[in-house]
DNA sequence: ACAAATACCTGTAAGC
DNA sequence: TGCTTACAGGTATTTG
């Protein structure tokens, strides 16, 4: 599923491919992927440059020439393909931006149809990872995971009971974390995931900030988690790696990497945890 | 104010 | 083989 690391993956690939290119012409035939506004107004696009591309979070930012931002968030089984213009398109395909100069066709690829495109006001200047555009629509954002320092963290997790996990997945506190990534950060910080939230002392804030940067560091190196059901890949459908590097997460009654013991399930709620009773307190 | 539950979806896999 | 059911999960919304 595509949390920060695949949704910075696409980024990358999508300004490569598209940066500095003209959309000649939108396609939308998915309603509920436009469904913040009329299907007719991502065609006002027509003619402008992508001039750069940002990501807070999981929303990744497409910004034009006029200022205005396409703001794209795959939720669970999003795609965004890369395709040379008049093949014949995946099923579930709900919106195609056609380029020129030989960039081929942006495809919006979405079977089960959480994911959404909406057109928002006023851009970032630059090209990169976390710009803060300052747009409403992502208002309600905490900042994002990669620049997340354990202040923050001290900040929004103070006096709270719910689980450290749930707080870690809550976009409003930080934003780009998701199931997956949340576990392995948990591991990587040697932090129960169900650990009240509110009760870290600081040098575990500490140790929650530097693991969440390294954590989804390397996982954009990975090119991003693509788990059993392949559903994440990137631009040009290539799966990415670092499902191979997991430490907990999935990795229900394996060992753990560090210490040999099985690695632990807990239920949290409605969702699941994964981590390991002997590394993480 | 906070926490937990639920709705939104469909492809896949497991169970019968 | 074919049917039913459970599950996956990010976010917005509702309920407690």
Known sequence: MPELP???????????RYGGQTLHDVTVTGRRTVRRHAPGLLSGLAGQRLASTGRHGKYLLLAWEDGRVLVVHLRMSGQLLAAAPGGRRPAHTHAVLGFGGGAGELRFVDPRTFGEMFLAGRAGRADGPASEPGLAELSHLGPDALVVDAAHFGAVLAGRRAPLKSLLVD???VAG??????DEVCFDAGLRPDRPAG???PAELERLARSTHSVLEGAIAG???SLRDQQYRDLYGNLGRYQLEHKVYGRSGM???SCGQAVQRVEMGARRAFWCPTCQR
């Not at 695949?6 to 490569?16: A, F, I, N, Q, S």
């Open 6 to 16: 695949e949704v910075e993956t696409v980024r990358r690939d999508v300004w490569g």
């Open 171 to 173: 976009q409003r506190a």
């Open 177 to 182: 974390m998701g199931n997956i990534y949340a």
């Open 199 to 201: 009760s870290l002392a």
């Open 223 to 225: 090119r991003g988690s």
């Open 255 to 257: 060992p753990c990497p």
